[in-house]
């Protein structure tokens, strides 16, 4: 009986062990892996020593299709919100070659979260650790997050790439070029908030001066993303003309519509209504002047100003410092009254910056301040990030 719960109590150890070593593996992913992780990957030698990856193709098993509306990008986005709220680490809602991407130019590693919903692990772990507050800030301030089901999509293709012996599983990676990243770290099983922070705070020390963009990789970014952003406001630009030229012609033909409707109720109510005699002194007039504010309602109805109704949009802005705030605003509002919004609450450390949108990412700057929530998608309700500009 001693000796079981000796070696009982060794396996626990040897778990929470494999926790805090660094486990360093360089993983040669070939394109398709990295287009969408659609290839899975060879078992790999055992982890005390260097291992190559052999890649083969595999017929990855059936899987049924995703929810209605659904795509399959957002499906572990949907599924971890719907079962453990909005509150969470911000996960790229995007493929996994595009969190590379968005790695190597923002300059920081990747963490990678693969969610198995059946674990036992799994609830205790999202609701205690992975949606703890101290772990939210660490991972939105340090990491690009991004996360997938294990059992279907580019989870599966992550599970053969990383081959994870427990849940929950973290890993920390960093993109070395087009075609391979570097395994950095890999957390299996529970883990406390303070204990997780720590491992990731010691591979960044460790991994520090490994991986930086070069001067010519950050000015080559920034133009691209410059590029990027003025192709997408010429086609914002191009959109919003379209949307307000046909705006323009469903008003003109319903006023239109309106008036025919008008002037032919009015004549068949010449027509089939007789002339009553006045009963008492005074009828005709009133019947006179209730019959000219008939006549004038269809214009005074179209002409008249429409009025605001309550604040029926929720923004959700989340600040680099970790710190949230949510704003109702009203879906005819521009782009221009949160940032009126933000510049009005003060918050220290906040220079020049855009908004920014998870998924699909957007970024909506300066050129962007009249558009209307409505036209930018944030209606009823949005979460918005802060991007600091240099």
Known sequence: MASSSAREGGAGESLRNSCSDFARSLARLPGSIVEGLSRSIARRAPRSRPRSIQVHQQQPPQQGPPPPFVPEELFFFSTFEQQYGNYHPFFYGCRFSEVLGIAQREGKYVFVYLHHPDHPYTEPFCRSTLCSDVVVEFLDANFVSWGAVSNRGEGMGMVASLQPGSFPFCAVVGPVSNESITVLQQVEG?????????????????????????????????????????????????????????????????????????????????????????????????????????????????????????????????????????????????????????????????????????????????????????????????????????
Request: glycine content about 4%; hydrophobic content about 30%.
């Open 190 to 390: 529970p883990v406390t908030p303070s204990e997780l922070v720590e491992i990731l705070q010691r591979t960044i020390d460790e991994q520090r001066a490994a991986f930086r963009p070069s001067r010519a990789a950050d000015e080559e970014a920034a133009a691209f993303r410059a590029s990027r952003a003025e192709e997408e406001e010429r086609r914002r630009s191009a959109l919003r003309l379209r949307q307000e030229q046909d705006a323009a012609y469903l008003e003109s033909l319903r006023k239109d519509q309106e008036k025919e409707r008008s002037t032919k109720s009015l004549h068949q109510e010449g027509i089939t209504k007789p002339k009553a005699s006045p009963k008492y002194p005074g009828q005709a007039a009133r019947e006179t002047t209730t019959k000219t504010s008939q006549i004038r309602a269809p214009g005074h109805q179209g002409t008249a100003p429409s009025h605001r109704t309550e604040a029926n949009t929720k923004i959700m802005i989340r600040f680099p410092n970790g710190e949230r705030r949510q704003q109702s605003f009203h879906h005819t509002d521009t782009i221009r009254e949160i940032y009126k919004y933000i510049n009005s609450l003060a918050i220290p450390g906040i220079g020049n910056y855009q908004l920014v949108r998870s998924y699909p990412r957007k970024t909506y700057g300066h050129q962007q301040l009249l558009v209307t929530l409505q036209d930018a998608g944030f209606h009823p309700s949005v979460t918005l990030y802060i991007e600091q500009l240099q």
